[in-house]
């Protein structure tokens, strides 16, 4: 029996008749995957598809990705600039003219009375690198506040500041084609499947060509650590402990590659000293792995003749987040596992354009990992510029996380928040909500009107997102790739290149320097920047990066010159010996000695509280919780907790509980698995008023970054299911 | 055809060099034979008369799942979404998962699934408007929206949950193993988009690059008897010796001694609380179902009684045969078959595509329940209208209509009965369903001439005379009935699927409204045997028939919604949100359901659309119409 029926029909599929395909670069994480926006003969956008020939993701796209061209129409977009006097007022609708106006205003207002730090200006990962780069511009060259960061202090500041103490320089070394030569693989606290998919696809696709053992650092038995050769189910907050007793068993063992530590790096002694404190016994005690498999591992790797470390917020989102990153490069410093092919410490970065506001933004210094601290530098940047170096200050301001304590001090009493959201974002909620009631002034800059901080902004901006402008992002392996406009922004939106170079004329500083109008402009001003650094682009222009589908820095003019072509992947930084960025080309071993001031859990809050990324949410859901097909597999919050402390808690599978630390509480629905031990919860970070009110997020002392990923907390079982059902859906406008 | 894009990466393309002659469930692999005029045929795509040039064009294709390998990561729901544009509601592919062990030994398997193009499919057989079709072409079961009535069927019966009934535009839409794709050499969208190297697609048997086994099953996966789907699994990891599911259903699968295949095993996730859960029982969304099945019933049986008076000389009956009994009598049976009628009618995801319910009465139960039953409701209507007249060509008539009908409501009411022997849903799966329904037929057919009858006699004597045989009517239809919950609760309580499953559910979650059920019916069967023997009179019968009445309507109530609030499909672990029942029913109670972002809709009738009914009339040419009758009736025989 094979038909059903005497004679065939017609078969009808969906034809989205698409006419025309725009390039562009995925808007969400820092994999930097190639997409094409597709559009039907009236304009509209209906689809989107992974770029074949791009080498990061050869065609493929995740979850977010596919649904993209979603957000273009998604609800809660604004369209006019609207103002209001007071917090607790209603908005009206205003002009741009006025709008910007009156921000201009209220900057010289509050920089007269209280001194030009007192404006604040926190910015993002995601807006383009033209963008960011005129920006930090306006910001240091105009306006003239030192206290200016990006929310990437919440995500990559550890990873900045990792990279700096050991190679001199910020600047991922390796590339994703490591992962084709690398012999052992250690992930730490990165859960590629579900926060960077498209990368775990490469590492698969290199693992099943040629099988590498994968080490996987988490305490949760993600995906990933399921499918590890060695999964190292570390005690939250202690990777440095760990790091410590690999390097104690490799110098003890002898495992060490002695020509590459000469030839490349300084501080031995001082690492020796420490690690030695650091036997595997006594480590074990501590970070609760056990002696034998600290030495098993730190066998397996010393011994490969590639390794390659990769990591993400597990390590960076701790007390010990910037430590925890020169640990993995001490690691690779001793096994002489950088600047090789599949030899790495490849920090896996989160926001699309994480790595383009690290290089070009100037929230930690200048343009092209320049710093404030160094004369040469402000001469060379002001020179440009057209700016008195001495406007420029000699040291780096506040950071994300102390700008928000500093306007409870009451220091800043103006703050500009651009494309970040900081009411979900940022640790303890109460405690944002208090600070942000407090400022003078806040302006809110993003693409949604329905963004949780426009409840305490005075003006908000609507600007143009991802495929609606132009411009670069700079991916976690350093590639360049471009965003070409598919579409116009709706109703009076702009680009947030236009709403800075608007606001840049409202100050008379600026008549004396450049604003170019065009994306492309601003990349030609870049440029020279670049020449002869870590992170040479000479040799790139919109439409060569476009041609190549992304180029990795360094590329510079000459080798375009000289017909070198960009290649396809695979560039690597510190490829010779004694190439590293500190004056004396050296690498530095950091001894690290471990404090553990962390909160944890206790008698009375005894559970650790663990937060993470979903795969089909990016951040604080403002985008992919309007889009069904991303928001429909965790439309509300919940938390993983062990089957066995819910029973002991008398908590049921799929229950609404109430989970308490000391800064708050949260209701989250229960979903019992043996993927978290007994004394852990984890709860998604995307969710608005949920996790981080119960966050505490202690700052890493080099970094600022805080500590998300530990907190102690106590759970608490709701008699009355139904009212917390409905305080649960009220919280979830989308 | 498609148009292949010039960087399209080697991944997506269709790698069947060599392919093998029969498949694990011993089907040939080549679906035609090479002379066959199915050859060589458009597959006319949106009207596209190209015929695609892939070699292995007339080989049955199947999916290929890793579960080593699957991540769990929605890629490949998305790209099948995003291709054929569905809303956040329907998915034809979706991702849920198992999993096992204590930290930090736990393990999670997860499985991708949409529609395994069987080589037996059940949804083709089953689907009453012939909306499905299995081409020669790559083996694709496809089905037609366009056709389709929105009854639902067949995602009664598919054993994995592919078809997809979407009750906002009241229709089913399914996988299409994206034919278009597979014309110009593509494997389908979410083969290609897959991000953990774990789904596959290609000639089934064949074992892609780097893969070591095709096995037919996988924890979790049902049996593979009931429709020989067209999957194929890898799973060499060694799994937990138990693995649990997240979502609601209270099933779990352990390795059974050989330690190699997995057994369901009931999951008493709810503890062992017995409860009422009235709401839930009496206001489901299959009340429809309940309303009708009763009415017919009663009304067959009725009329049965009656035809049985008419047709054969029985004296006890005889006075059935009066018109003032029989004419009133009819007139209630007419307007309670009519009720019912039309409550499953409006019940339809497009009610007024009603007349495609005979389309395939070649194959389907449902289409041949739905013209016996139609036939019947024509008959019955013949009939009464026949008795009204008392001569001998309209008593010829009306017992040529009563004797049709009798006919025509049998064979409805058999098919009623075989559309619930379903092999996806054990619980009903039973002999016990047929028990029920030929003993609701009998007591409540028996009830209801009773008690409109009985009223209308005028003698005692004549009263008593009837009585007997109705009451033992009575006693016996519930005596096949209570035989058969006995005998069902002792074969559910021994299975260990999704059978046991509904029994634990019902010993549970609806505890207390199953035993009320129990005692209502112990005490109907009783007190019928009771009226039986004592035979009373005027007031005290009165009494007692009014009694009888109100036990066994409460018990025949509470039964029947129960018989379709417990059963429980055999399907694919579903996630913790994501295809997980009792999440969908929470975001309805909660109110989540209004966002249309959290993927779940309320469950919605269909509209009856008299305009569309009325348009499909005036432009369906005889021509057209012919064809179609023609086609119900006769068959060509293909291969």
């Known amino acids: 029996m094979l038909f059903g029926r005497n004679s065939k029909n017609a078969i009808n599929m969906v034809d989205k008749k698409i006419t025309d395909w725009t390039y562009s670069t995925c808007g969400y994480c820092s994999v930097g995957c190639s997409i094409e926006i597709g559009k039907n003969a009236e304009g509209k956008i209906v689809g989107s598809r992974g770029v074949g020939s791009a080498d990061v993701n050869r065609g493929k796209l995740c979850v977010k990705g596919i649904f993209e061209h979603e957000l273009f129409d998604s609800a809660g977009r604004g369209d006019k600039p609207i103002i209001r006097e007071q917090i607790g007022e209603s908005y009206k609708e205003t002009s741009w003219d006025n709008a910007l106006d009156t921000m201009a205003d209220k900057i010289r207002d509050i920089q007269q009375k209280h001194g030009r730090d007192s404006f604040a200006i926190v910015s993002t990962g995601q807006l383009l690198t033209e963008e960011f780069y005129t920006l930090g511009k306006l910001t240091r060259g105009v306006i003239g506040t030192n206290n200016y960061d990006g929310n990437t202090t919440l995500c990559m500041a550890s990873a900045v500041s990792g990279y700096k103490r050991s190679f001199g320089s910020d600047g991922p070394p390796g590339s994703y084609e490591d992962f084709d030569h690398t012999d052992v693989l250690m992930a730490w606290g990165s859960n590629l499947p579900e926060q960077h998919p498209i990368i775990y696809w490469r590492m698969k696709q290199a693992q099943e060509k040629r099988h590498f053992p994968l080490i996987v650092i988490d305490p949760r038995v993600t995906m990933l650590a399921q499918n590890a050769d060695i999964h190292l189910a570390v005690t939250p907050g202690t990777d440095v402990v760990l790091q410590n007793a690999l390097i104690h068993v490799i110098l003890d063992e002898g495992l060490e590659d002695r020509a590459y530590i000469e030839a490349n790096t300084t501080g031995l002694e001082q690492l020796e000293r420490e690690v030695a404190k650091f036997d595997p016994d006594s480590a074990s005690k501590v970070c609760g792995i056990d002696a034998d498999t600290i030495r098993n591992v730190a066998r397996l790797y010393a011994k490969a003749d590639r390794g390659m470390s990769i990591w993400t917020m597990g390590i960076n989102q701790s007390m010990h987040g910037s430590d925890g990153v020169v640990g993995i490069n001490n690691i690779n410093l001793v096994t002489g596992n950088i600047g090789k092919p599949g030899a790495t410490s490849l920090s896996i970065t989160g926001q699309c354009n994480a790595m383009g506001t690290r290089e070009w933004s100037s929230c930690s210094g200048l343009p092209g990992y320049r710093a404030l601290e160094n004369p040469q530098d402000r001469e060379d940047i002001a020179k440009y510029w057209n700016v008195d170096p001495e406007f420029f200050p000699k040291k780096r301001g506040l950071a994300e996380t102390d700008i928000f304590p500093a306007i409870e001090l009451g220091e800043i009493k103006g703050l500009w928040l651009v494309a970040t959201n900081p009411m979900t974002s940022l640790p303890n909620t109460a405690r944002i909500r208090k600070t942000l009631e407090k400022l003078d002034f806040l302006v809110v800059q993003d693409s949604y009107a329905d963004v949780e901080t426009v409840q305490y902004a005075h003006l908000y901006l609507p600007a143009a997102t991802w495929a609606e402008k132009e411009g670069v992002f700079t991916n976690t392996e350093r590639r360049i790739n471009i965003v070409r406009k598919a579409t116009d922004a709706p109703g009076e939106s702009k680009s947030d290149l236009a709403i800075f170079n608007e606001l840049a004329k409202r100050f008379e500083q600026s008549a004396k320097m450049s604003f170019p109008d065009k994306p492309a402009d601003v990349f030609e001003e870049m440029k020279p920047l670049s020449k002869g650094r870590l992170l040479d682009m000479t040799g790139m222009n919109h439409d060569l990066i476009e041609e190549n589908r992304g180029i990795q820095w360094p590329y510079t003019a000459e080798e375009a010159e000289r017909g070198e072509g960009p290649v396809k992947g695979g560039k690597r930084l510190y490829t010779e010996d004694g190439t590293f960025s500190f004056a004396d080309g050296m690498a530095k071993l950091v001894p690290l000695p471990f404090i553990d001031n962390n909160e944890v859990p206790d008698e009375k809050y005894p559970y650790w509280l663990n937060t993470g990324r979903l795969v089909e949410h990016f951040h604080t859901r403002t985008k992919t919780g309007k889009i069904g097909n991303n928001n429909k597999y965790s439309p509300i919050p919940f938390m993983e907790i062990n089957p066995d402390a819910a029973r002991d808690l008398g908590i049921q599978h799929q229950d609404y509980v109430r989970c308490v630390s000391r800064r708050g509480d949260a209701i989250v629905m229960a979903m019992c698995t043996q993927r978290v031990p007994k004394d852990m919860v984890f709860i998604p970070f995307h969710f608005f008023d949920c996790v981080n009110r119960l966050t505490l997020g202690l700052l890493d002392p080099y970094s600022r970054q805080p500590a998300f990923k530990q907190s102690a907390v106590t759970i608490e079982p709701i008699a009355d299911q139904e009212a917390a059902a409905k305080m649960s859906r009220d919280r979830r406008a989308f | ?639």
């Open chain 2, 1 to 639: 055809m498609l148009k292949v894009r010039s960087d399209e990466p080697e991944y997506s393309f269709l790698w069947d060099k060599e392919t093998k002659a029969v498949n694990q469930h011993g089907n040939l692999i080549d679906l035609v034979n090479e002379d066959s005029d199915l050859h060589c045929q458009s597959l006319n795509i949106n009207n596209d008369p190209g015929i695609g040039d892939n070699p292995n064009r007339y080989k049955q294709h199947g999916f290929f799942l890793n579960a080593d390998n699957c991540i769990g990561c929605h890629a490949c729901e998305a790209a099948c979404s995003e291709k054929n544009d569905n809303p956040a509601h329907i998915a034809f592919r979706s991702v849920g998962f198992v999993e096992g062990g204590t930290y930090p030994d736990y393990q999670r398997i997860n499985i991708s699934m949409a529609c395994n193009h069987c080589d037996d499919p059940v949804c083709l057989k089953g689907c009453p408007t012939r909306a499905y079709t299995k081409y020669a072409e790559y083996g694709a079961v496809l089905q037609d929206p366009d056709i389709c009535f929105g009854c639902g069927y067949c995602t009664w019966v598919c054993p994995y949950n592919a078809p997809q009934l979407d009750p906002v535009k009241g229709q089913v839409t399914k996988c299409n193993m994206c034919v278009d794709r597979l014309e110009v050499g593509l494997k389908p969208a979410c083969v290609s988009a897959c991000l953990g190297n774990a789904l596959d697609f290609g000639v089934v048997e064949n074992i892609p690059e780097n893969r070591i086994e095709a096995k037919i099953s996988i924890p979790g996966f049902p049996t593979p008897d009931i429709t020989q789907p067209n999957i194929r699994f890898q799973q060499t990891r060694s799994t937990q010796l138990e693995m649990t599911r997240t979502d609601s259903m209270p099933l779990k699968y352990q390795k059974d001694d050989s330690g190699s295949t997995f057994k369901p095993k009931v999951d008493k996730k709810h503890g062992e609380k017995k409860e009422w859960n009235w709401a839930k029982l009496l206001t489901s969304h299959e009340s429809a179902h309940v309303i009708f099945t009763l009415s017919t019933q009663a009304v067959l049986g009725a009329f049965l009684i009656i035809v049985t008076a008419g047709l054969f000389t029985v004296d006890s009956l005889a006075t059935l045969n009066t018109a003032a009994v029989k004419l009133p009598l009819l007139g209630i049976m007419f307007v309670m078959l009519t009720y019912g009628l039309f409550k499953l009618n409006m019940h339809l995801g497009k009610p007024h595509r009603f007349y495609r319910g005979f389309n395939n009465l070649r194959l389907s139960p449902l289409s041949r329940e739905i013209a016996g039953v139609s036939g019947f409701y024509t008959f019955l209507m013949a009939y009464g209208f026949f008795s009204i007249f008392d001569n001998d060509i309209f008593n010829f008539l009306a017992n040529a209509s009563g004797a049709l009908g009798a006919i025509s409501g049998l064979i409805g009411l058999y098919y009623m009965y075989k559309i619930y022997r379903i092999k996806a849903r054990p619980f009903w799966d039973h002999w016990q369903t047929g028990s029920a329904f030929f003993g609701n037929t009998i007591s409540f057919g028996a009830l209801l001439t009773g008690l409109i009858s009985l009223p209308l006699l005028s003698s005692e004597h004549a009263l008593l005379t009837l009585a007997t045989p109705l009451m033992a009517l009575i006693s016996l239809g519930l005596a096949l009935e209570l035989i058969g919950h006995l005998v069902h609760s002792r074969a559910m309580a021994n299975l260990e699927n999704e059978g046991a499953a509904s029994w634990y559910l019902q010993t549970t979650r609806y505890g207390k409204a199953w035993i009320t059920r129990n005692v209502l019916l112990g005490l109907s069967f009783a007190f019928a045997l009771l009226l039986l023997t004592m035979n009373p009179s005027g007031v005290a019968a009165f009494i007692g028939w009014s009694l009888l009445a109100i036990l066994m309507i409460s018990a025949g109530a509470i039964s029947r919604s129960l018989f379709f609030v417990l059963v429980i499909p055999t399907t694919m672990p579903g996630a913790f949100f994501w295809k997980n029942k009792a999440f969908e029913e929470h975001a309805r109670e909660s109110g989540l359901v209004d966002m249309e972002q959290v993927g779940v809709v309320r469950e919605l009738h269909g509209k009856f659309k008299l305009d569309e009914l009325l348009e499909t009339i005036r432009t369906t040419s005889p021509a057209t119409l012919f064809k179609n009758i023609k086609d119900i009736v006769v068959w060509k025989k293909i291969d």
